[in-house]
């Protein structure tokens, strides 16, 4: 058990085979919520809980989630929640079965991230944002993200588990070697007044 204030990690697929054996369910209730409070207007979120593909000749349904935190306007946030879907979609060939839909998600994400990305640079915008997007499909869930924005799960046994990583500075120490790796600095910068920025 992990200490107050430590994240403790075990894999998705282990809590998931843990309630499929105590439980025979075919699929996961989903259960959501969503509180917000946006300063600037520059935080969006995207809820769509029966999103349709078609398989064969019938169709299967799979859910999105998305968070996007804007910064310096709220243009890419808004820009990203319209386009990142379709993109993602787009990456994937329409014939796959189940299972290879399933596995061809982490490209289609990355390719969805990078189409999206150029796409909103071409418009020559100064905003920018975060995004946290989950698919779900089935017991199958893929998280991908950029910036801060975090992902937690919590199992249906009240265990809380964070499905992204912490891109946050004063938390990675792996994104802090990777700014300096790539000839960037880190360190503190008093923006004025006392307060501190890492």
């Not at 058990?1 to 699929?27: C, F, N, W, Y």
């Not at 879907?85 to 990355?110: G, H, K, M, T, Y």
């Not at 120490?173 to 000839?183: K, L, M, Q, V, Y």
Request: glycine content about 10%.
């Amino acid at each position: 058990m992990s200490t107050r204030g430590e994240h403790q990690t075990v894999p998705l697929s282990v809590l998931l085979k843990r309630e499929l054996a105590s439980e025979k369910i075919e699929d996961p209730e989903i259960v959501h919520g969503l509180a917000s409070h946006s300063k600037k207007g520059e935080d969006f979120t995207l809820l769509k809980t029966e999103c349709q593909r078609a398989l064969g000749d019938g169709f299967t349904t799979f859910s999105v989630f998305g968070l996007f935190d804007g910064h310096n306007g709220s243009a890419a946030a808004i820009y990203t929640k319209e386009n990142l879907l379709n993109n993602v979609l787009s990456a994937i060939p329409a014939d796959l079965n189940r299972d290879e839909w399933v596995a061809a998600l982490p490209r289609a994400l990355v390719a969805g991230f990078v189409k999206t990305d150029k796409d909103f640079q071409q418009r020559a915008k100064t905003s920018g944002t975060t995004v946290t997007f989950v698919i779900l499909e089935g017991w199958v869930v893929t998280v991908a993200s950029v910036g801060d924005s975090c992902c937690i799960f919590e199992s249906a046994e009240g265990g809380i588990y964070h499905l992204s990583a912490d891109h946050r500075l004063e938390c990675n120490e792996e994104e802090r070697h990777r700014i300096t790796a790539s000839g960037g600095e880190v360190g503190r910068l008093n923006a004025g007044g006392g307060a501190e920025v890492f």
